[in-house]
């Protein structure tokens, strides 16, 4: 029986969970990625019990424990006072679920896959592989790539994000709609904020922080165990005119749209480093 060629078009957590997923059952495949080097930057990430077991059945489960942060309770507070309006315990998950609930950051879950799928197999992955098209030929797909190579696949399985090729050419979808939404988003140094008495650090170590108010909301919770805290602040826009939609965003802008929320919010978003600030329009 022919042995499958199967192409994967991007080498995020999608494309490389799917690699090793096809992998563990003896499958070869072969991954492009658009970027020149294979990595991950964004910014925190949870992983529900869902997403864990996959994680798990690949067997990373004690890899993904070593830097995973498992959440304790979930805390809202008042936008303006600072008032703890809800505090929830968040327990249970592996009893009830079979599987832990974690935050974590994405380069780090990353860097497990990848070590996964290389030890495998250590050429399947092909950076500088940006796919431009995709024609289905009817006994299998052909695809080219920016750097003006092509190749051709038994399947393709396109896991190249929000912007992806492989979903244009094969289903022509609507264009994105912008959902109001602008989110900033960020990573702050755990040790920027150490000994700033507007800052409950301990809260935030095993919690997941959120901050209400209206048309804002901010929510923390820990990208790395005292070392990062993962920073997302929300706020409605009426309009997305920027280039692209992620894009670097400013300090100075971040505190003025929450200048009426109380000061350890202030005191976190001031903590952002420039270099690691950005926003982007929410799409569907």
């Excluded at 020149?36 to 067997?59: D, V």
């Excluded at 796919?131 to 092509?150: I, L, P, R, Y």
């Amino acid at each position: 029986m022919k042995q499958l060629n199967i192409a994967i078009v991007g080498a995020g957590l999608g494309g490389l969970t799917a690699a090793a997923a096809l992998q563990s059952f003896g499958f070869k495949v072969k991954v492009y990625e658009q970027a020149e080097k294979l990595g991950e930057i964004g910014a925190g990430i949870s992983l529900p019990p869902n997403s864990t077991r996959i994680l798990e059945h690949l067997g990373l489960g004690e890899a993904l424990a070593k830097f995973g942060n498992i959440p304790e309770r979930t805390i809202v507070k008042h936008y303006k006072t600072g008032e703890v309006l809800l505090d929830r315990p968040r327990v249970g998950y592996l009893q009830k679920y079979g599987c832990n609930y974690y935050f974590t950051h994405r380069a780090d879950v990353h860097d497990i896959l990848a070590e996964l799928v290389l030890k495998t197999d250590p050429g399947c992955v092909h950076v500088d592989h940006a796919v431009t098209d995709v024609v289905n030929k009817g006994d299998c797909v052909e695809f080219s790539f920016a750097n003006g190579g092509s190749a051709n696949a038994d399947i393709l399985i396109g896991c190249d994000g929000i912007h992806s090729v492989v979903r244009d050419r094969v289903f022509n979808p609507e264009p994105p709609v912008f959902t109001n939404q602008v989110a900033y988003r960020s990573l702050v140094r755990w040790d920027d904020l150490v000994g700033d008495p507007r800052v409950d650090l301990e809260s935030i170590r095993d919690s997941a922080v959120m901050t209400v108010g209206p048309d804002h909301w901010m929510n923390l919770y820990p990208a790395r165990r005292d070392d990062l805290i993962n920073c997302v602040a929300m706020v409605k826009a009426s309009k997305w005119e920027e280039e692209g939609w992620s894009n670097r965003a400013n300090i100075s802008e971040i505190l003025h749209e929450y200048a009426d929320f109380h000061a350890e919010s202030r005191a976190v978003l001031g903590a952002i480093p420039n270099e690691n600030s950005y926003k982007w329009g929410m799409f569907i």
